[in-house]
């Protein structure tokens, strides 16, 4: 049987380091703080954020959030994130995505404060990672991912590592962050999207598959080499009657079908979501730390 990479106890394990510098913090007077910016009503955002929320309370992080309706314009939005750029106690702001589709999101990321953009969406965080400059912030998401990989002791180093999907928010900053020359990094990397020519052959390549496509259990057996690491990033909702709910969360990979094949897998949920919730409370830290420097 695989390893079975566990996302909750190693977001627990970055929670406590988390508390350590939390405690270090206040110990000088200062509590790092975050502002969670929502837009509308879309019931997946408002639990996303709830559960930022709840983290922060559980850290003893400052916690500011901020729901507007969907009628919101781009206009009062921008008005808020000025003020959170200009709000001292306010370490890390984030708008919660997908805003209702008359804000220009890519214009609402520009207008936070690189310094207080913890979720690393901001050209200039973009560029800090893609140039390996440690100043910056990386993506929660891709950056939990690696920390799994880290913490279970998964040489990356030459490793053929295959990233499926390439957003902004996952493939893409995934990718530099394993090509990049450090730990956790220097793998060989290929992005696949939807456009790739006979996906399973260049997957079957992937000591490491990382999957983030959004589409329930595309990845099956065939997908994946004997004794690969697969990390799932997908969080898929799928009808299931027997549930209260009416549905269930699967990931881009079929569990049951690919485990026997691989050396080590994240299941779906309890891998890689605790992990982008753990690493969005460590940037805070980071940025709370990065900005007192700056000013004590
Ligand atoms: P996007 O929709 O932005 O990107 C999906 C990517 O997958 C695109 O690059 C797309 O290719 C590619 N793709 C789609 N279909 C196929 C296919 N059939 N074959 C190959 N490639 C395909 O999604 P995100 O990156 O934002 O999210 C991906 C998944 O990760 C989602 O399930 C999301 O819910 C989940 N997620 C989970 C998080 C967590 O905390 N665990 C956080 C963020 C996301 P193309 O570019 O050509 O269209």
Avoid: W
């Amino acid at each position: 049987m695989p390893m079975i990479i566990d996302g909750k106890a190693i977001a627990e394990k970055v929670k406590a380091q988390c508390r350590e510098s939390i405690a270090a913090l206040k110990s000088r007077g200062i509590t790092p703080g975050l502002a969670v910016v929502i837009i509308g009503d879309d019931p997946a955002s408002h639990a996303y954020v709830r559960s930022k929320v709840r983290t922060c309370e559980e850290l003893g992080l400052h916690s500011l959030k901020i729901q507007k309706p969907s009628e919101t314009s781009q206009e009062q939005l921008l008005e808020i994130i000025a003020e959170l750029n200009a709000d001292e106690a306010i370490d890390g702001i984030l708008v919660q995505s997908p805003p209702p589709p008359h804000i220009d999101e890519g214009a609402v990321v520009r207008a936070i404060d690189p310094a207080k953009d913890v979720d690393g969406f901001h050209p200039l965080n973009v560029a800090k990672l893609a140039m390996d400059d440690d100043s910056g912030f990386v993506p929660c998401t891709p950056f939990g991912c690696q920390r799994l990989l880290i913490e279970h002791g998964i040489e990356t180093s030459g490793a053929r590592v295959v990233v499926l999907g390439r957003s902004m928010i996952v493939g893409k900053p995934m990718a530099l962050l394993m090509m990049r020359n450090g730990i956790g990094g220097n793998a060989t990397v290929t992005v696949a999207h939807s456009r790739t020519r006979d996906l399973a052959s260049v997957t079957r390549e992937a000591d490491i598959l990382i999957a983030a496509i959004g589409k329930p259990h595309l990845v099956t057996a065939d997908h994946v080499k004997d004794g690969a690491t697969v990390i799932d990033v997908g969080i898929n909702r799928v009808v299931d009657s027997t549930t209260k709910s009416g549905y269930r969360l699967v990931g881009d990979v079929d569990f049951d079908a690919v485990a026997p094949k691989c050396s080590a897998i994240t299941p779906v949920p309890g891998g890689v979501g605790p992990m982008t919730i753990a690493m969005l409370m460590a940037n805070t830290i980071k940025s709370s730390q990065l900005r007192h420097r700056a000013t004590s």
